[in-house]
């Protein structure tokens, strides 16, 4: 019996503190930045730039911090980013108009993008490839508690009549600058490969183009689906009147952090191709039972689900992606990853704007089960050509 390769190491456990401290510096600012906003203009115009300015910078510089993480080094591109990150977060304190606001926003959203592509990267480097897809899974628990608790933990810094907004920035910072201490300390031999010649460089390339489509398809489906979830469940609490809409996202977190417990046993024994089809079935009839949801209760157990779903497929696709590369593209690989999974919320966040303009909270989570079931379609239509390919050789060659 093959001996279980070691997942804990110390650089395992130093990429996941560092996973934590650069996702919480997001988080805190995240969803009370534009409370900030209002305060210093005296209107709601600019709310929905503070986030834009943030999620657009991010999304935009992915692509190049892939790219740098491959040629200059994963550990220099991570310290640059939290520095970047430290630099805007500390610029808060000393802001007094609106445009010097949004421009820190913006920097902050391009040392957020960088760092947090470069952390991605590093925790598929140190883990071990026949655990990556349970690493990466340890890698969103870390994530999904900065969700969790980063807003909770603004709130409670900038007190209930939000005078604290100072002392919020100079915590964030402070995370910040703890975030880079402990980037100093990780330290492992990288897995880069020295592309020295330029044809293999090349056949790198050309696999990634046509190894990434589908899962790239997928991805981009599944997070257009999701964002009704992120930004839309509230507000339909709301209408429909139910008290303590905040437990959902709380039960949801939960069943995220549930699937982390099983998801790499049931993939090892089932395989991921037949977990990916299978989740996303479930994924797309819970969230269609969310939008003939009647009480509360029967609304947080379909919000379980569909964390727990949320939280076995999103891994299972990043292996994808992952694995159509070689250890030299892994940066890209990420890159490309994180600005699907940010370019999918955002698109959904404005479609599903607009319907909700027009038909109301409940037809989302109807329109996302079906955009669910195509990105299903889409990944069984690839299985089925990879099924009758090898058919097909196997029956020239025999």
């Known amino acids: 019996m093959e001996e279980k390769q070691k997942l804990?190491?110390?650089?395992?456990?130093?990429?996941?503190?560092?996973?934590?401290?650069?996702?919480?510096c997001c988080n805190l600012l995240l969803s009370i930045i534009s409370i900030y906003a209002i305060q210093?203009?005296?209107?709601?115009?600019?709310?929905?730039?503070?986030?834009?300015?943030?999620?657009?910078?991010?999304?935009?510089?992915?692509?190049?911090?892939?790219?740098?993480?491959?040629?200059?080094?994963?550990?220099?591109?991570?310290?640059?980013?939290?520095?970047?990150?430290?630099?805007?977060?500390?610029?808060y304190v000393f802001s007094n108009g609106i445009y010097s606001l949004i421009f820190l926003r913006a920097m902050q959203g391009i040392g957020f993008g960088i760092s947090s592509t470069a952390i991605a990267t590093i925790v598929?480097?140190?883990?071990?490839q026949s655990r990556l897809l349970e690493g990466i899974g340890y890698s969103g628990v870390g994530i999904t508690i900065t969700t969790a608790i980063g807003p909770s933990i603004a709130m409670y810094i900038?007190?209930?009549?939000?005078?604290?907004?100072?002392?919020?920035?100079?915590?964030?910072?402070?995370?910040?600058?703890?975030?880079?201490a402990i980037s100093f300390i990780i330290s492992y031999e990288s897995k880069v490969k020295e592309c020295e010649e330029k044809k293999e460089e090349k056949i790198s390339t050309h696999s990634l183009n046509k190894e990434i489509i589908v899962p790239a398809i997928v991805l981009g489906l599944a997070a257009i689906s999701e964002s009704t979830i992120m930004s839309f469940t509230a507000l339909y609490g709301i209408e429909l009147g139910f008290n303590n809409v905040g437990t959902f996202f709380l039960i949801n977190a939960l069943g995220i952090l549930v699937s982390r417990v099983f998801i790499n046993k049931i993939v090892n024994k089932f395989g991921m191709n037949t977990v990916l089809s299978i989740g996303l079935f479930i994924f797309a009839v819970m969230i269609f039972g969310m939008s003939i949801a009647q009480t509360s209760l029967m609304l947080n157990v379909f919000g379980f689900f569909c964390g727990i779903m949320m939280g076995s497929l999103l891994p299972i696709i990043n292996?994808?992606?992952?694995?159509?590369?070689?250890?030299?593209?892994?940066?890209?690989?990420?890159?490309?990853?994180?600005?699907?999974?940010?370019?999918?919320?955002?698109?959904?966040?404005?479609?599903?704007?607009?319907?909700?303009?027009?038909?109301?909270?409940?037809?989302?989570?109807?329109?996302?089960?079906?955009?669910?079931?195509?990105?299903?379609?889409?990944?069984i239509s690839k299985l089925i050509y990879i099924r009758v390919k090898e058919h097909s050789t196997s029956r020239i060659t025999n």
């Open 158 to 180: 900038v007190g209930s009549d939000y005078t604290q907004f100072k002392l919020l920035f100079i915590s964030t910072f402070i995370v910040s600058m703890l975030t880079m």
């Open 124 to 128: 598929t480097d140190v883990t071990p």
């Open 40 to 91: 210093v203009t005296n209107t709601n115009a600019y709310t929905g730039i503070m986030t834009g300015a943030f999620t657009l910078a991010s999304l935009f510089i992915r692509i190049f911090a892939g790219k740098m993480l491959d040629k200059i080094g994963r550990k220099k591109i991570l310290l640059l980013g939290i520095a970047v990150t430290s630099i805007a977060t500390i610029g």
């Open 319 to 379: 292996v994808m992606i992952i694995n159509s590369v070689d250890d030299s593209m892994k940066g890209m690989a990420n890159a490309i990853y994180y600005a699907l999974l940010d370019g999918g919320y955002g698109i959904g966040s404005i479609l599903w704007g607009k319907v909700v303009i027009n038909l109301g909270y409940r037809p989302i989570y109807s329109f996302a089960a079906i955009v669910l079931m195509i990105a299903l379609l889409v990944f």
């Open 8 to 24: 804990w190491t110390k650089n395992f456990m130093l990429a996941l503190i560092i996973t934590i401290g650069v996702n919480l």
